[in-house]
């Protein structure tokens, strides 16, 4: 399965990452249904280099026309939010019918802060590091679709 898949790889490459979005959501306990997978990177040089480490291995193509090593190149980042209103580096699995992995970029969420608030979940023998509750309300709250709004208020209650 492509999501054991790809958290098993994130391990097994050491990158430093959280899971957001809706299957986040998931495995807080609020049912949610969605398409991709959302994370959040450290978006340092090294910690870079081992999530194209992952991406090589999983056959993840960026959607656009953008050489993925752009990634890592902060200006770029930088124009892609501001200029493009790019919040998420998508990335595509040759695979058949798996999820698009949307790395989020721009969030305005300081990394190393949420990733010590962290929650460490294992599927299947397989860690994943799930972004603290608060920090999905944060996210969400950014976000400010109605969907989010409905997410932040399940949220409350777990």
């Not at 679709?145 to 409905?150: F, G, P």
Request: a negative charge.
């Amino acid at each position: 399965m492509f999501y054991l898949d790809l958290f098993a790889s994130l391990a097994r490459h050491e990158v430093r990452y959280l899971l957001v979005g809706g299957l986040a959501m998931n495995l807080h306990g609020v049912p949610r249904m969605t398409m991709d997978v959302d994370i959040l990177l450290a978006l340092d040089e090294e910690n870079l280099a081992h999530f194209f480490a992952v991406a090589e291995e999983l056959k993840l193509r960026p959607a656009l026309p953008i050489p993925l090593k752009e990634l890592a190149d902060p200006a770029k980042r930088e124009i892609w939010v501001k200029e493009r209103n790019l919040i998420a580096f998508s990335l595509n699995c040759t695979e058949r019918f798996a999820p698009t992995v949307d790395v989020l970029i721009g969030t305005g969420l300081p990394f190393d802060a949420a990733y010590a608030r962290r929650v460490a979940r294992e599927i299947n023998g397989v860690a994943v590091s799930l972004a603290a509750t608060e920090d999905m309300i944060a996210l969400k709250s950014l976000a400010g679709r109605a969907q989010d709004q409905a997410d932040i208020e399940h949220l409350k209650r777990t």
